[in-house]
């Protein structure tokens, strides 16, 4: 692979009621925005530390808003309609998705998701809750976004699955924990506002 692959992080605007609803119950839906503004932000350092070239994939809000937020030299695309995976879909490769939902995540998870790519076509980064954190292509992958159980707790094993079935090797990285519900939080109380 010659290019690096860039890193596509999926982010949400932090509207009251529209972001990391799961969290809304213990947190009201002011809370609940204010741990996924986090998130996105901490993540979007992690990217950066990195070094690899990144985008951020944005929908709820106009480009100029997450600019204002994030800041002017974050490149944004915008993900589309469609269900997740028909937003993921429309990454090309070589890179790397992810969300911003993973507080434990560092610039060496990153890292070592790029150097696997170098030696394999796909690379995932295992969820505790049975999901995945992060997945990396260097070609096209289209048999994984349809028709995929997105959200529970057997996506990884479907995942996994039909690469199986399509022949295409793939490495796992180190498993990281998830913050989407609220005894999730008990991890992470810097989060909390």
Request: net charge negative.
């Amino acid at each position: 692979m010659s290019l690096p692959p860039t890193i596509a992080l999926f982010a949400k605007y932090p509207h009251a009621g529209k972001a990391k609803t799961r969290l809304a119950p213990a947190l009201g839906d002011a809370g609940a925005a204010e741990v996924h503004r986090r998130l996105v932000e901490r993540t979007l350092a992690t990217v950066r530390e990195s070094g690899l070239p990144f985008a951020v994939h944005f929908t709820g809000a106009a480009a100029e808003d997450f600019a204002a937020w994030l800041g002017a030299d974050v490149p944004l695309v915008e993900q589309g309609e469609g269900d997740l995976g028909a937003r993921l879909a429309r990454v090309e490769a070589p890179a790397i998705l992810l969300g911003a939902d993973v507080p434990g995540l560092t610039a060496e998870h990153l890292l070592a998701a790029a150097e696997a790519l170098r030696e394999v076509p796909v690379v995932i980064g295992p969820a505790s809750d049975g999901g995945y954190y992060l997945i990396g292509f260097t070609r096209e992958i289209s048999f994984l976004w349809g028709e995929m159980p997105w959200g529970t707790e057997r996506v990884l094993k479907a995942t996994e699955g039909r690469l199986g079935e399509q022949g295409v090797p793939y490495r796992l990285l180190s498993e990281l924990d998830d913050c989407d519900r609220p005894e999730d939080l008990a991890n992470w109380p810097e989060l909390v506002p």
